[in-house]
């Protein structure tokens, strides 16, 4: 899979132009283009005409800054600066510029909210078919996600999102040094198996793992793989273990109520990894 055009979106408050230079490795993938956006929220009665004219002139003056600097680079760069619903109008550019890949900020939530209603992260995950970084520059404890192609952990489920995951990661082999493939095994998928049963389900689950891995060395991609028990919790520990820089995952998209109700997995990785999250639907 190509990466030659991303959307960074950004509020200018967890995304400024250090996150968006730490993406700088994908030109050596083909990356040559870069469309910044930034929404400015309609909101009746929270902004005057005049405030969001000074909004609007405060991210052109940085998008201008931000531009010269990739031009210099030998990138090409556009910019839309918009008012509106911050979700419509991603999934509007997204479609627009044909992108191959939107990075986007992971948006904080109460526990209540998190019940109650999606987050804009959640509602642009749920409706995007786009390949999406939830990119995380600086996490909640003060670390710097930098260099995060270059060892990434890939959660692997071997449903055709995930399939396509790993597609992703292999095209990104010029810049990988070690790829994390990690399975976790549900308790419900090994209840009532008996003993027996567990280890003939790890022996599998293990072949498959280690096939895989000796086929991304054939790719020249040096693989470990990994197996647990448990749910989405292991595959964060998974990632502190091995000092992953990024988590890969495929994703399906749910209504709302299954979001919350159902769980994902891919959109919980989103929200609570400390690292930045790929989700490829």
């Not at 090409?76 to 918009?82: H, K």
């Not at 419509?88 to 526990?111: A, F, G, P, Y």
């Not at 804009?120 to 786009?130: D, I, M, V, Y």
């Not at 999406?132 to 060892?151: P, T």
Request: charged residues 30%.
């Amino acid at each position: 899979m190509e990466v030659r055009k991303m959307l960074f979106v950004t509020d200018f408050e967890g995304l400024w132009f250090d996150a968006l230079k730490s993406l700088m490795g994908l030109r050596s993938v083909g990356l040559d283009h870069v469309v910044l956006l930034h929404v400015i929220e309609r909101k009746i009665g929270y902004y005057t005409k005049e405030e969001k004219e000074r909004l609007r002139a405060m991210a052109e003056v940085r998008f201008v800054d931000w531009a010269q600097s990739l031009y210099e680079e030998g990138m090409e760069c556009g910019s839309y600066i918009v008012v509106g619903d911050t979700v419509r109008k991603m999934l509007e550019t997204t479609e627009d510029e044909e992108v191959d890949i939107v990075v986007i900020n992971r948006q904080k939530r109460s526990r209540m909210e998190k019940l109650y209603i999606d987050s804009k992260t959640l509602e642009f995950l749920r409706k995007t078919p786009a390949k999406v970084l939830v990119h995380k520059y600086q996490s909640d404890s003060g670390r710097v996600n930098e260099g995060l192609f270059e060892r990434p952990l890939l959660a692997m489920d071997w449903s055709p999102p995930a399939g396509r995951a790993l597609d992703f990661l292999v095209g990104l082999k010029g810049i990988i040094k070690k790829l994390q493939v990690v399975q976790v095994v549900t308790e419900k998928e090994a209840e009532g198996l008996g003993k027996r049963g567990l280890q003939r389900m790890e022996r599998e689950h293990r072949k498959k793992l280690y096939e895989l891995c000796n086929s991304l060395k054939d790719e020249g991609i040096e693989a470990e793989a990994h197996l647990y028990l448990g749910d989405v919790a292991q595959i964060q520990n998974a990632a502190r273990e091995y000092e992953a820089t990024m988590i890969a995952t495929g994703t399906t998209r749910k209504s709302s109520w299954q979001a919350r109700w159902l769980r994902s997995i891919s959109q919980e990785l989103a929200e609570q990894s400390e690292l930045p999250t790929l989700l490829v639907p």
